[in-house]
């Protein structure tokens, strides 16, 4: 089997099996290194996915600090109450900021897939029946 001719980050040579008609696999490839900038640089902007969980961590600590209050008599049951009500509408929000975010990364991801299949069509003179 052919292996890859692109040297890994850490000097070695590359083990994963080339693209068809070339020498290089998906991460290799010189005619995909702005692809692949573009592809390492969401890393970054995925890494907000840890924000919504640690807000939702505070959150939870928040709900517990007032259910203590609550039980030890520092808090009255209508102001407890309330307060978990402005917890639950952060929740729902956080939820949906991620929700969100996530629906506007798979629609760039479509889009990039649609333009890619679309360029191979188009390479290829192949077209998809439906």
């Known amino acids: ?5 692109g ?21 290799h490839d010189p005619n995909r290194v702005e692809e692949n900038r573009r592809r390492s640089s969401k890393g970054g902007k995925r890494g907000g996915r840890g924000r919504p969980v640690s807000e939702l961590g505070a959150l939870r600590e928040e709900n517990a600090d007032i259910r203590r209050r609550l039980l ?4 009255q049951p209508g102001v407890a109450a309330v ?5 639950n ?7 949906t900021t991620l929700k969100a975010r996530e ?6 991801r479509l889009q990039e897939l649609e333009a ?3 360029a191979q069509q188009s390479a290829t003179g192949w077209r998809w029946q439906h």
């Open 1 to 5: 089997m052919r292996t890859c001719s």
């Open 7 to 27: 040297i890994r980050a850490d000097g070695g040579r590359c083990k994963a099996q080339p693209m068809r008609n070339s020498q290089y696999c998906l991460n």
């Open 72 to 75: 030890e008599g520092e808090l």
């Open 83 to 87: 307060a978990i009500q402005s917890i």
């Open 89 to 95: 509408c952060d929740i729902r929000a956080v939820a």
């Open 103 to 108: 629906q506007g990364e798979l629609e760039q």
């Open 116 to 118: 890619a299949v679309e």
